[in-house]
């Protein structure tokens, strides 16, 4: 399996969709890692927690846990320490999504603690800002998303491509080894392309992919638009 970090990337999050829940989880993914060897791009999927094991197990693609708690194991009830989703086949998780905010010092345990698990860390933020503070906590990868686009279709690429630039500007300042993503209504190949041509290393997003008539032809053609405007 390619590098987890290799560039341009693609982070698909199935969120908690019935499409993606169950049987569903494991053909995305399976769809996904079929794209990832087509194409050779670094394609890895989040799934509900309920699913990594299942999909791990079954799918050639990287999984990613969708959130993880600030906690180590011990007596806690219904909580998710990364030690758990290591032992269930990830090899990563997202932390701080928009629907999943966590506080700063929350933030930099659960990095802290999946970098020393020799786990990835796809840090989410909200504005160019936040993205530059959450750099200092030294995450893999680091995905800007504005929450008012979130799941409308309208890519931040396209609305707020400032949010965007000015994100990979602080960012680089600050730590150029985090591999910077955006998302937030990408939902076609040209947004993937113009993402990138912002200056991004790839890509999250989520329902465009989850929800489309043909899954594989979708991420195909998103796979293809960012090998090119990653070479050009």
Known sequence: MRNLTETPVIVLNLKTYREALGDGAERLAMIAAEVREAEGVNIMVAVPQTDIYRVSRLARIPVLAQHVDPKEPGGWTGHVPVEAIKVSGAVGSLVNH?????????IGFCISRLRGLGLLSVLCTDTPETSAAGAALEPDMLAVEPPELIGT?????KAKPEVVTRTVD???RLNGKVVVLCGA???????????IELGT???LLASAYVK????????????RAALGASRR
Do not use: Q
Not at 212 to 223: F, G, H, R, Y
């Open 170 to 172: 602080l960012v680089r």
């Open 201 to 203: 290393e790839g890509v």
């Open 185 to 195: 209504g990408i939902s076609a190949p040209e947004d993937v392309a113009r993402a």
């Open 153 to 157: 279709g309208i890519p931040v690429s």
């Open 212 to 223: 489309a008539k043909d899954p594989k032809a979708l991420l195909s053609e998103m796979a």
């Open 98 to 106: 928009s629907e999943k905010r966590l506080a700063l010092a929350d």
